[in-house]
């Protein structure tokens, strides 16, 4: 039997307050994970809630399939593009902290990725977004402090 894990991210403006949501399900075991931060863009949100799942497994090798609606991280994985922007050390490629620690998570299991149409009625994808959402939306806001220290100081943010 493999681990089943739906993933989400959201930003309320794009950067802004993001959330990430995850739902984990293995034969009747379920869990649900979310977190909001101050500053951040979607992109990292949907890519952080796929490595948290990651590295909420307790057990190395694991068998798992991620559904999610980000063609972000979908393809960069299946059509290898996260491999070649490895091997450039990610020269010029946004949230290069996130991808490193994605791929350290990534190899210590089985993974199969499958994309789903966001908002298209699947139980488990709504449940993520609902999630994520929540979490953008809370008070308990944490700082995505690589994001804030090398992407928006640049921009002139603060």
């Known amino acids: 039997m493999s681990v089943i894990i739906y993933t989400d991210g959201a930003a309320k403006g794009n950067p802004g307050n993001g959330g990430y949501g995850v739902v984990m399900m293995y034969g009747i075991h379920r869990k649900e994970i979310s977190e909001g931060f101050v500053l951040t863009t979607n992109n990292r949100m949907e890519l952080l809630s796929v490595i948290v799942g990651l590295e909420k497994l307790k057990k190395e090798k694991t068998s798992v399939t991620i559904y999610s609606d980000s063609k972000y991280v979908v393809d960069a994985v299946e059509k290898k593009w996260v491999f070649g922007w490895e091997k450039k050390n990610f020269g010029k490629k946004k949230n290069p902290d996130l991808w ?38 809370s008070n308990n806001l944490k700082k995505d402090v690589w994001y804030e220290n090398n992407v928006a100081n640049e921009k002139g943010m603060f």
């Open 100 to 137: 490193i620690r994605f791929l350290k998570i990534y190899r210590k299991h089985s993974v199969k990725f499958v994309w789903i149409k966001g908002h298209a009625n699947i139980k488990e994808n709504e449940r993520c977004d609902q999630l994520a959402v929540e979490a953008a939306e």
